[in-house]
């Protein structure tokens, strides 16, 4: 069954912030949906335009207080050759490694980017997914209220 997620976003910054849907995809998979929004969201967003270029490009991702106290994700990390970079004190540590092994390894929870935090931080949610049928498919494709990622 046709798989439909929505895609949101929401942006922090010191003088404004944003909440909103991006938009609405149908998939087979979850992981179609995990690699699409890699792509055309994350990615895009960190480097550019030039995905096939640059996708295993390494990058950073400095992680939420706490998030490592589940001990699966922390587990997790060496099947998605990701490594922790440590800062020590207080600050979170960054997790380490391409963007599409990061947002795999995420599955779903937000990524937030805190690069530059004095421009705001933004953070992605694709975790609202549920299976619909076929015909329920086809009338969301026809009226362009969601996007096919199907392979």
């Known amino acids: 069954m046709p798989i439909l997620t929505k895609i949101q976003f929401s942006h922090y910054a010191p003088k404004d912030s944003e909440d909103g849907i991006k938009e609405f995809v149908i998939s087979d998979t979850l992981e179609q949906v995990v690699l699409y929004v890699d792509k055309e969201h994350l990615f895009n967003y960190l480097f550019g335009e030039n ?19 589940n001990p699966e994700k922390k587990n997790q990390l060496e099947q998605h050759n990701l490594a922790l970079k440590e800062w020590g004190g207080t ?38 997914h549920q299976e619909i049928s076929q015909a329920e498919a086809e009338v969301l494709l026809n009226l362009k209220i969601a996007k096919d990622i199907r392979n």
């Open 51 to 69: 995905y096939d270029e640059n996708k295993d490009e390494e990058c950073s991702l400095t992680l939420t207080k706490g998030f490592l106290d």
């Open 91 to 128: 600050m979170s540590p960054d997790v380490v490694g391409t963007a599409r092994n990061i947002t795999l390894w995420l599955e779903a929870n937000n990524w937030q980017d805190f690069d530059d935090a004095s421009y705001g931080v933004t953070q992605w949610d694709w975790s609202n």
